[in-house]
């Protein structure tokens, strides 16, 4: 299935429209979208620190997604980096 | 938030078109029955971690952030029963120094209610809901901060 | 206090002739160097102890509820530290129900410096300040409150 | 010497002055004076609870005066009834 990744934060540095859209499997899980954008990155954005994508999240447009979840039905979630509101 | 509609109040502010109002927080969380309001305003910093800062730009995943903020609510209204009112509002875009970044307001019958629902309400907007600043110092340069994980296991690792 | 005169404001607001100022008192506190400000305001409620309440009139020993607020203010400045600016002000006179009897703010770096300075300075308000408060009752009765005792071995026996 | 007590709060419904003028001793302490202004209230002030009486303090205008205290030298001193600010 093809999915969109909304990017914020410090990722938004890496890719001017900070977003990306990936192939994955049909029944991919949160961590195997997580397994994609990483490779995604490394092939693509130059500079990108793994370990900020460590540290970041999936969510939907409702709630933060734990990696064993699969992914929303229609395939559009937000990748969080460390939050600093307030 | 359907049966406390007329209790919680959220707003993104995008600084181009609006600026927070802590006055007008202080009036929605207000109500005769209550004696107590207790408020938390955030502004902007002139320095941070020994750098001069100039402005700050925050960028924020709006619908998440407004689904935090209710998620937020309900567990101040477990935490101090249903007789209280709420407001939350945070900026959105480019700040200078000085600027209103996030307005929080309790209202409940008595001072101590007020109090803990503020506190854990700016605990939530600080390290869960999906906000994030970039500061922009004196010398040119802008850096994202450090913030939060929101990752299971990484749960307020910072602060 | 001669040495934070810029860094406190105690008002006693006679209603005759002045409103208490919750945007004033957020103005006063800010500082370029402060991210936080932590505020509580108290209102006139409407009804107390299951009675309806219709006014207050608070009675206030001048001098020496300022000698109370400076005081309460340098053991907040022992509590968080000097990087602290402080407002309390307090109405006196009849008020009606969703009036303001109290405004404290409390600006510094930090928020959690904030809100322990702004609770530590309500509680003095509340526990130590000679101030009084009658309540007036629908039915036209009135009631001096029952308070907190000032004498020695009496510290805090009331809320 | 003559001492000038202002009465405050549940206290100032006792005389519309909200004041009482008493004598006591040159070397009087802060709990003489609790004791003359019992003996005064116990016999002008109809209604007097003197349970009131022993929960207040006695103050300078910068002060709260321990019982053991002299008086101020002026003389002057306020009678305050349990507080409730705020």
């Known amino acids: 299935m093809k999915i969109e ?7 938004r540095q890496y890719t001017p429209a900070a977003a990306v859209t990936l192939e994955v499997a049909d029944d991919a899980r949160v961590a195997d979208v997580r397994t994609a954008l990483r490779a995604h990155a490394e092939a693509y954005w130059p500079g990108f ?21 699969p992914v929303p039905a229609d395939g559009r979630m937000a990748v969080l980096p460390p939050v ?3 | ?9 959220f707003a993104i502010a995008d600084i181009a078109r609006h600026r927070l109002d802590p006055a007008a927080a202080l009036d929605f969380v207000s109500d005769p029955g209550f004696g107590g309001i207790a408020m938390f305003v955030g502004k902007v910093r002139a320095q941070n971690l020994g750098r001069e800062v100039v402005g700050v730009s925050y960028d924020m995943f709006d619908p998440l952030a407004l689904a935090v903020f209710a998620q937020a609510a309900e567990e101040a209204r477990a935490l101090v ?5 709420l407001h939350v509002s945070h900026a959105k875009g480019r700040l200078g120094v000085g600027d209103l970044a996030v307005v929080v307001a309790a209202g409940t019958p008595h001072r101590d209610e007020a109090f803990r629902a503020c506190r854990l309400m700016i605990e939530k907007v600080k390290h869960q809901a999906p906000i994030w600043k970039q500061e922009h110092y004196l ?7 450090e913030g939060c994980s929101l990752c299971e296991g990484h749960a307020h690792d910072h602060d």
């Open chain 1, 5 to 11: 990744l909304n990017l914020f934060g410090a990722l």
């Open chain 2, 139 to 145: 010398d040119g340069d802008s850096v994202w901060s």
């Open chain 2, 81 to 85: 029963g249903p007789r209280l009112k």
């Open chain 1, 84 to 86: 600093s509101g307030g």
């Open chain 1, 49 to 69: 620190h793994s370990g900020l994508l460590a540290r970041s999240a999936f969510a939907s447009e409702t709630t933060v997604l734990r990696e064993g979840e």
């Open chain 2, 1 to 9: 938030m359907d049966a406390h509609v007329d209790t919680v109040q």
